[in-house]
């Protein structure tokens, strides 16, 4: 649904509610997604940011339609080349051949690799402007807010002097921050932070930059310093995908130092598979363990949980108990995949603890806790093993390893 966000600033994007999965099934997405691109109408420049993944193309140039005359569009800003952001790039083109493009330096490589078209590509770089007549585009790079290519537009006032800070109006302008991927969440219930009502988007939001963008934290603390050095007033943050912030702008913020600084909370994640309910019932009396020093837990059957959903529970946890069978010689598919996960995101500072049964060799503890060390983490305590089925004496040395783990945990 078109929806104009500030005067003559649209959101022209298409929902995609039914899409279960993103980046091919990298990730989960329980309520679909939506692709928002925004066209900014103005009297000497009309200007589009962004398009939209190109199946829907139809829906888009439709909303586009709405709006305006796609021939009329003088400008096309391509904050991220991913076919989720840039896949009808060629289409709108086609319609505004004169349109000139504007995209990061490394823009220049992602949009050329991804529509082999040897259209001229401008350039633009952090404080750069543009005038559209009553409004100023300020471009600001987002190096790595995922990809090297990705960048931002601030839509200001004509006159806008930069007297603000996210969260704070400061002129008569938008002021809105076109986030890219940025404070995104994969959220469709809402258009706007403000109207949702189902409780999902804080952890929408979260999951978003759990799986999306947890790899380059460094780089998410560093681009906020510079987003708060332009000191540009933001009333809404209107990212690529789900809900504009328009009440939450400072807690989006705020959320996202937190995030980047990989902020733990005193709680552990028991994760396991198991295959005939021996390295599950372990996981059972560890459970008790950490209850029983008044731990705060959760716990994943990791065959049968969502997978992008325990990513996001594990983040916030400072302690993670993994367990595995033992499974030809090595783990389980869906432990040894968690494993890979946790180091292909870079989670920072955390607690392992290894468990599982075996039968005939005990290969799991040792893999799941040289994997842990491989990822950076610390391994406080030795795993525990039992074999073929736990006896009284093997879960009552789980419980204790539980509550032995928990006191690490809350140290
Ligand atoms: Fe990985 Fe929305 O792009």
């Given at each position: 649904m078109i929806r104009e966000i500030a005067k003559n600033v649209f959101a022209v994007g298409v929902a995609?509610?039914?899409?279960?999965?993103f980046h091919g099934h990298e990730m989960t997405t329980a309520q679909g997604t939506t692709y928002n691109s925004y066209l900014i109408r103005d009297t000497k420049e009309t200007v589009l940011v962004d398009t939209v993944w190109a199946p829907l193309r139809e829906e888009f140039l439709a909303n586009l339609r709405q709006v305006v005359d796609p021939a009329k569009i003088t400008t096309i800003v391509i904050?991220?080349?991913e076919p989720d952001h840039g896949g009808l790039l060629a289409a709108v083109k086609h319609l505004a051949p004169n349109a000139r493009i504007l995209c990061s330096k490394r823009g220049t490589d992602s949009i050329s690799g991804w529509h082999h078209a040897d259209w001229p590509l401008q350039v633009v770089e952090t404080g750069q402007t543009l005038d559209t007549g009553s409004m100023k585009l300020t471009f600001i790079m987002a190096l790595m807010?995922?990809?090297?290519?990705s960048m931002m537009v601030h839509v200001g006032g004509a006159q806008c002097s930069n007297p603000g800070a996210p969260g704070r109006a400061g002129t008569?302008?938008?002021?809105?921050?076109?986030s890219n991927d940025a404070f995104g969440q994969h959220y469709t219930s809402a258009a706007f932070d403000d109207e949702a009502r189902d409780g999902r988007l804080w952890f929408e939001a979260e999951k978003y930059f759990v799986n999306i963008i947890t790899p380059y934290c460094r780089n998410v603390a560093q681009r906020l310093d510079e987003l708060q050095k332009l000191a540009l007033p933001i009333k809404m943050i209107a990212p690529s995908h789900g809900a504009i912030w328009r009440r939450g702008v400072a807690e989006v913020v705020a959320a996202y130092r937190r995030w980047s600084a990989q902020e733990t909370q005193q709680r552990a994640v028991v994760c396991y598979d198991t295959m005939y309910d021996s390295t599950r019932r372990m996981a059972d009396a560890i459970c008790d363990g950490l209850a029983d020093e008044g731990l705060p837990l959760a716990r994943h059957h990791l065959a049968v949980s969502d997978r992008s959903d325990v990513l996001t529970d594990l983040f916030g946890a400072r302690g993670f108990l993994i367990g595995s069978p033992v499974w030809h010689m090595s783990l389980l598919p869906t432990v040894a995949t968690l494993l890979e996960d946790l180091k292909a995101l870079a989670f920072k500072s955390r607690l392992v603890g290894a468990f599982g049964s075996y039968g005939w060799q005990k290969a799991n503890v040792q893999l799941i806790e040289a994997r842990a060390k491989a990822a950076g983490?610390?391994?406080p305590l030795p795993g525990v093993v039992c074999q073929w089925k736990p006896r009284a004496a093997d879960l009552e040395a789980c419980r204790a390893f539980g509550r032995q783990f928990a006191q690490r945990v809350k140290q």
């Open positions: 995609d509610p039914d899409r279960r999965h904050n991220h080349a807010c995922h990809w090297p290519d008569n302008g938008p002021d809105v921050l076109l983490f610390d391994v």
